[in-house]
């Protein structure tokens, strides 16, 4: 019979069994990572002890020395290859892969041969390896009895020298890495130092029994330690010393998550996340001990970009990052947050200033469609916010201004970093346009930004305040070539005089009077013209008939006759309208008769009878003054200031409206020139035409804002309602 049951022969098959079965999960777990020169020792190391403990149970099994000799064979090569491996996990373990080398292992590799070689040749040939082999049996077992030579001791002591090394190198690791890797840095020592003790003591002859060798019962111990640093600790996920060097010191929390969702590691700055590695986060469930993660972490959910954390220091957030640590099929994962609390602080920061932003701040595609308004877009054009995102933005701009400006955006478009002003108006939410300054900027080439910034402010009033500024410095011009000009021709006559008065001319001194009082109407009329304000305030609902009136009574009409019963109202600045009107009527009192005004002002005279002065009105769509009355007061389109006197020929009309245009000697030329500014100011027009009396009708045309007065004017002072 050839093989035999001896009571060892149990647990070294179950201690075998248990290195297979560690060689299986580990082939089984990290088959894709086999390149991995941690894994791939570790995996020559469990399979060297496997082979080993199966030599030793069909050794002890066997009962013939040959057999015996075989299986001893066997596990000598095992026992290189489990030295070996060690020593490649050892030094790839603590991060000194580089020292895995052929000047480093070939040594090893040559020992190992030299000694296979005397252990095969032994003790047929000589005695440097075995001095002796046979067998004895004791107890009804049969076992192998040898007495080993010096090139066997050599051999054994340079093993231990080597398993030594290698436990001097995890033991330093241990001491260097943080409690979170501790655990697992002692479980490997553990696993490695158990059966190399048992191996000792077998060596020193003190092993039990007849000295029987259990280190294969040892692996099998040190199975459990193992398993436990791999399946618990992560093991070969990553090594301390190269977790050390990599993520010890980020300021990035890092967490690393195992297939079954278990934290097999945490880096200091987890802090942050309000937990720390002495909180036993290691081998604690992921979505337990940070709840936040659990999006990221779930199969079949999306991971979020960013999550937020309630912290003792307040509301913390922290960009998410999660990638496959080893293989796609492996399911651990390297979760790594960024804190981001101070960018999202100056993200809002800069939000709150955009949305608090009296101007709007637009984003351009290149295609010219709009990405984003800011909301100053409301307020400033009565848009809501998003209304017109997606759509062109010029599609809301003035027509006559729109091929300006996409010419001009084209050009932007084809150069990075382009800057420019633009100006150009808008078309507001209730139709009316109004005149926009925008800078623009092209940030297509930045990621972040990705389009063309405008950022727009409302000039409109900006503008007419401009254009306000320009007339009256033009009034200024005018009064002051009133003062250089218009006044020399009475100043030259009153010197003529005065001279002649100072040689007792009868009469001189009379008109002397008469040319200051001729300087004097000068100067009010163009100090009038020239405070006339460009645009009008307080503009209120009046009755037409009740402030001409006012103006009537207010001109020195003489024995000139006034009708006004038009039943109407109007929206405009009470005291400019009545200033208007008091022009018109002194300008067809003193104008409408072949006869000037008599040196008292009392009386004006056209063909031996007083001018007649009428207001009428005219109404929108050809309504007459009975169908007004019925249908209640409809808008107005148009007022006019008719007189019977003689007219204004018809070439002389276009030129009357100038400053110091006047059809009669004494006239100043500036009344007329205040109404237009009047009217001009309350976006309406005046003109004149022949009254159906034959006399001087003025006609001042409201537009199509009668009813609300002046409105909102172009870029040119035009009215761009529309």
């Known amino acids: 019979m050839a093989w035999q049951y001896t009571p060892y022969v149990i647990p070294t098959a179950i201690a075998a069994s248990l290195s297979f ?61 489990a030295t070996v491996a060690l020593l490649a996990f050892a030094l790839a373990y603590t991060d000194n892969d580089r020292w895995v080398s052929r000047w480093t292992f070939g040594p090893l590799v040559l020992e190992s041969l030299a000694a296979f070689a005397l252990l095969l040749t032994s003790p047929r040939y000589h005695d440097l390896y075995v001095t002796a082999v046979g067998t004895e049996t004791v107890d009804g077992v049969v076992q192998i009895e040898r007495t080993l030579g010096p090139a066997a001791t050599a051999h054994v002591l340079v093993s231990y020298l080597v398993i030594l090394a290698a436990i001097a190198l995890l033991v330093h690791a241990s001491v260097r890495s943080e409690s979170v890797f501790r655990s697992q840095s002692i479980a490997v020592i553990v696993g490695v130092a158990l059966p190399f003790l048992i191996n000792v003591v077998w060596f020193l002859g003190q092993g039990p029994g007849n000295n029987v060798d259990l280190t294969v019962v040892g692996f099998g111990l040190a199975v459990f330690p193992l398993w436990y640093a791999v399946s618990r600790h992560g093991l070969l996920t990553i090594s301390p010393i190269a977790r050390d060097t990599v993520i010890e010191n980020m300021q990035d ?195 972040v930004v990705d389009g063309i910034v405008l950022n727009s402010r409302d000039v409109t009033e900006r503008n007419r305040r401009e254009r306000e500024l320009e007339r009256t410095n033009e009034r200024l011009d005018e009064f002051a070539s009133v003062v250089s000009h218009d006044l020399r021709n009475p100043l030259t006559v009153g010197n003529g005089y005065l001279e002649l008065a100072r040689r007792g001319e ?124 019925a249908d209640g007061e409809p808008p107005i389109a148009a007022f006019a200031v008719a007189d019977d006197g003689v007219g204004i020929p018809e070439a002389e009309r276009e030129s009357i409206f100038e400053s110091g245009v006047s059809s009669t000697e004494d006239g100043t030329g500036f009344g007329l020139a205040i109404v237009e500014t009047i009217a001009n100011a309350h976006d309406w027009t005046v003109a004149v035409e022949e009254s159906d009396a034959g006399g001087a009708r003025f006609v001042v045309d409201l537009g199509s804002e009668s009813e609300t007065g002046g409105e909102v004017s172009d870029a040119d002072g035009q009215h761009v309602d529309d």
């Open 506 to 629: 009868p009469g001189a001194l009379d008109e002397v009077a008469a040319a200051h009082e001729r300087m004097e109407h000068i100067i009010a009329d163009a100090l009038a013209l020239a405070r006339e304000a460009e645009t009008v305030e307080g503009v209120t609902t009046l009755d037409l008939d009740s402030v001409a009136a006012d103006a009537w009574h207010s001109v020195a009409t003489g024995n000139a006759t006034f009708d006004a019963n038009t039943g109407a109202t109007i929206r405009a600045d009470r005291s400019r309208l009545q200033r208007l009107l008091e022009n018109l009527f002194r300008n067809a009192v003193e104008h409408g008769s072949t006869s000037n005004r008599t040196q008292s002002g009392d009386a004006v005279e056209h063909g031996g009878s007083a001018v007649a002065v009428r207001v009428d009105v005219e109404y929108a769509d050809d309504t007459d003054a009975d169908d007004a009355a």
């Open 21 to 81: 079965a560690l060689f299986a999960y580990i082939v089984a777990i990290r088959r894709r990572d086999l390149d991995d020169l941690l894994v791939r020792a570790f995996v020559a190391l469990t399979l060297s002890i496997a082979v080993w403990g199966v030599g030793d149970v069909l050794q002890l099994s066997a009962t013939t020395l040959g057999l015996k000799r075989v299986m001893l064979v066997v596990q000598f090569v095992a026992a290189v290859g």
């Open 253 to 447: 929390a890092v967490v690393v998550v195992d297939a079954d969702g278990r934290i097999v590691d945490a880096n200091p700055a987890v802090a942050a996340l309000g937990r720390s590695d002495d909180d036993g986060l290691v081998g604690a469930t992921a979505t337990d001990a940070f709840p936040f993660l659990r999006p990221a972490l779930v199969a079949g959910t999306r991971p979020p970009e960013e999550v937020a954390v309630e912290t003792d220091d307040g509301t913390q957030y922290f960009d998410v990052n999660v990638q496959a640590l080893r293989g796609d099929d492996d399911g651990s994962r390297l979760v790594l947050l960024r804190d981001v609390t101070e960018r999202r602080r100056v993200e809002e920061r800069y939000q709150r200033l955009i949305e608090n932003s009296s101007d709007v701040i637009t984003v351009l595609g290149a295609n010219g469609r709009i990405k984003y308004d800011s909301p100053a877009i409301e307020s400033l054009l009565g848009y809501d916010q998003d209304e017109w995102v997606g759509r062109r933005g010029r599609d809301r701009l003035h027509p006559e201004d729109r091929d300006r400006i996409v010419a001009e955006f084209q050009e932007g478009v084809q150069e990075p970093g382009y800057e420019t002003r633009l100006e150009y108006r808008i078309r507001h939410a209730d139709g009316s346009y109004r005149v926009f300054e925008t800078f623009a900027s092209n940030l297509l080439n930045d990621a």
